[in-house]
């Protein structure tokens, strides 16, 4: 078994990022958080059960924590910092902070790539296909009422939008 560092690229949110000293095996999420910097996908269960670590990969989602990140070599991979900027959030960070669907913060992030992943494929979801969509991310605070207020209210103003 070959114990040398690896070193590949991934492009992340638009951007190559060269990752150095690799140990091969590393999940995803690892690498985004811990080599690349990217904080906005949280491990928590670190067995794909939560959902706090949502990304997308070529535009499906999924949970960083269960993808090797050598795995992702060759793939457009979104995390939630590359759906906005700190000093532009885009409409569902907004009607998330209006609706009050934030509070502790710490599933928030993977909810948000989750409902921006649904809203691509289907831009008119059913209440049934939206709970299915987030059905994925746990979040203890919330009690989803407030997640689900938000969805509708991102889905209201872009129907407004188009009108």
């Known amino acids: 078994m070959s114990t040398s560092p ?3 690229s991934l492009r992340v949110n638009g951007t190559e990022q060269h990752v150095k000293d690799a140990w091969i095996g590393e999940s ?14 949280k491990g928590a269960c670190e067995q794909g059960e939560c959902g706090s670590c ?6 499906d989602a999924v949970c960083s924590c269960l993808v090797m990140a050598a795995s992702a070599i060759d793939t457009d991979i979104t995390t939630v910092e590359g759906l906005a900027t700190t000093e532009s959030p885009n409409d569902i960070q907004q009607a998330f902070v209006t609706e009050g669907a ?3 913060g710490f599933c928030t992030p993977g909810l948000i790539v989750a409902v921006h992943h649904l809203l691509e494929t289907n831009s008119s979801p059913s209440e049934i296909e ?3 969509a987030l059905s994925g991310n746990i979040c203890r605070c919330t009690g989803y009422g407030r997640i689900f ?3 509708q209210l991102v ?5 407004k939008s188009v009108s």
């Open 149 to 151: 207020s938000a969805v």
């Open 130 to 132: 939206v709970k299915e």
């Open 54 to 59: 949502t990304v997308l990969i070529n535009n």
């Open 28 to 41: 995803l999420l690892y690498v985004l958080r811990e080599r690349l910097g990217f904080m906005g996908a």
């Open 155 to 159: 889905i209201s103003r872009r129907e």
């Open 6 to 8: 690896e070193m590949y």
């Open 102 to 104: 934030v509070q502790c």
